[in-house]
């Protein structure tokens, strides 16, 4: 794994008026190790081998444990700032710098 790789995106969801939410595959354990609502500069480089840079922050979501939905964990997001950006599965995302 590239040192700086943070996530490889299972599927992104457009919050109209908030951005992209970016959700990681499971077993992506480096995006735990940042705080929440940290703002982060990110490269994204996409199964294409298109690239972007986007403003993000780490953020929080529930995400279902089994089948059933009946349990949720709660596991770290990418908030992209860039409403208009299509982010499909597979893309990489990885981590330039920390921003305020």
């Known amino acids: 794994m590239h040192p700086n790789l943070l996530m490889q995106v ?3 969801v457009n919050l109209t008026g ?3 939410l970016v959700i990681a595959q499971q077993g992506t354990p480096l995006l735990e190790c940042f705080d929440l609502h940290m703002h982060c500069l990110v490269r994204l480089v996409f199964p294409d ?3 972007s840079e986007a403003s993000a922050s ?3 979501i529930s995400r279902p444990i089994n ?3 009946a349990m949720a964990t709660e596991t770290p997001a990418l908030l992209l700032t860039h409403e ?3 982010v499909p ?3 990489l ?3 330039l710098e920390q921003t305020e």
Do not use: C
Request: proline share 0%; net charge negative; charged share 15%.
């Open 10 to 12: 299972e599927k992104s």
């Open 18 to 20: 908030l951005g992209v």
């Open 49 to 51: 081998g298109g690239e």
């Open 58 to 60: 780490i953020e929080a």
């Open 67 to 69: 089948s059933q939905g």
């Open 84 to 86: 208009t950006l299509t």
């Open 89 to 91: 599965t597979g893309t």
């Open 93 to 95: 995302v990885y981590w």
